[in-house]
T-cell receptor, first 116, second 112 residues
Framework: AQKITQTQPGMFVQEKEAVTLDCTYDTSDPSYGLFWYKQPSSGEMIFLIYQGSYDQQNATEGRYSLNFQKARKSANLVISASQLGDSAMYFC?????????????FGSGTQLTVLP | KAGVTQTPRYLIKTRGQQVTLSCSPISGHRSVSWYQQTPGQGLQFLFEYFSETQRNKGNFPGRFSGRQFSNSRSEMNVSTLELGDSALYLCASIVNPNEKLFFGSGTQLSVL
């Protein structure tokens, strides 16, 4: 079984500053993928970034980077130069890459508010 | 390239009725999965389909069912609706099992 823990229910950041959203995970699967999604108030789940457990380098996608520390089982999302439009709920998720049960397991989310 | 399309966007039903939700995956994606999102339970996996076959099912009662058609479009059905079925239902599509999942905008179901 997999478990995702997001310990920050809410976060505030000043516009143009960087912010780190925490995510720790627990799994017995030998290979897995880690995801971050953004969910604005409209409800759509927007894919942000992906990291495979086998990847040697941390993933980056524009202003998003994933700080992957496998030994500590953490996959924190770093957003650089925050924008007002970044205000949303952010979910960390994982899925095994082997076996038949490959569904996503989500954390409880972090509500990010960017202040002008 | 069009994203994942879910219809309808909003639904209002009464207890005891049934409902069918539709999901059209990204072109070329053959796998579709469904998730339920509620304030109390968060995001929970419902089922996953690949090439018209259900590969995996979450811990939901038999009132929740789904299917996938030959064009990869998927439907999920909920029979005998209960108040607790009120939720945002999200569909995700994927090219192959080791790729990224992309979600649609969801269907917001309200059961009165």
């Amino acid at each position: 079984a997999q478990k995702i823990t997001q310990t920050q229910p809410g976060m505030f950041v000043q516009e143009k500053e960087a912010v780190t959203l925490d995510c720790t995970y627990d799994t017995s699967d030998p290979s897995y993928g880690l995801f971050w999604y953004k969910q604005p108030s409209s409800g759509e789940m927007i894919f942000l970034i992906y990291q495979g457990s086998y990847d040697q380098q941390n993933a980056t996608e524009g202003r998003y980077s994933l700080n992957f520390q496998k030994a500590r089982k953490s996959a924190n999302l770093v957003i650089s130069a925050s924008q007002l439009g970044d205000s949303a709920m952010y979910f960390c998720a994982m899925r095994p890459l082997s076996g038949s049960a490959r569904q996503l397991t989500f954390g409880s989310g972090t509500q990010l508010t960017v202040l002008p | 390239k069009a994203g994942v399309t879910q219809t309808p966007r909003y639904l209002i039903k009464t207890r005891g009725q049934q409902v069918t939700l539709s999901c059209s995956p990204i072109s070329g994606h053959r796998s579709v999965s469904w998730y339920q999102q509620t304030p109390g339970q968060g995001l929970q996996f419902l089922f996953e389909y690949f090439s018209e076959t259900q590969r995996n099912k979450g811990n939901f009662p038999g009132r929740f069912s789904g299917r996938q058609f030959s064009n990869s479009r998927s439907e999920m059905n909920v029979s005998t609706l209960e108040l607790g079925d009120s939720a945002l239902y999200l569909c995700a599509s994927i090219v192959n099992p080791n790729e990224k999942l992309f979600f649609g905008s969801g269907t917001q179901l309200s059961v009165l």
